[in-house]
């Protein structure tokens, strides 16, 4: 198995930055795609951001220039950039893998709350 642990949200004004981080640990020979996912109160889960092991990203459009999606293979961690934080972004944000047999694993979560 592989355990997830999510740190770096917390509340900041519109305009401002965080990073967020997340370690992986366990099982991390099995680990694929690495990527960020966000649940805004009251809406579904949604991909914000991935990236591959070879360190291809793919991110929705609405983050398209303000989140950047990094990974240390070597730490086994990824990383979430968010810039110019919109009221909108507030959210919990979740850090999920891909296992190389397809199966998800989830942290717990960190939450961003952007104050306009």
């Known amino acids: 198995q592989v355990q997830l642990a999510e740190s770096g949200g917390g509340l900041v004004q519109a305009g401002g930055s965080l990073r967020l981080s997340c370690a992986a640990s366990?099982?991390?020979?099995?680990?694929?795609?690495m990527g960020w996912h966000r649940q805004a109160p009251g809406k579904q889960r949604e991909l914000v951001a991935s990236?591959?092991?070879?360190?291809?990203?793919t991110s929705t459009d609405s983050v398209k220039g303000r989140f950047t999606i990094s990974r240390d293979n070597v730490k086994d961690m990824v990383y979430l950039e968010i810039n110019n934080l919109k009221p909108e972004d507030t959210a919990v944000y979740y850090c999920?893998?891909?296992?190389?047999?397809?199966?998800?694993?989830w942290g717990k979560g960190t939450l961003v709350t952007v104050s306009s």
């Open positions: 990236i591959t092991r070879g360190g291809r990203t």
């Open positions: 999920a893998v891909v296992l190389s047999n397809g199966a998800n694993c």
């Open positions: 366990g099982s991390i020979y099995r680990v694929n795609d």
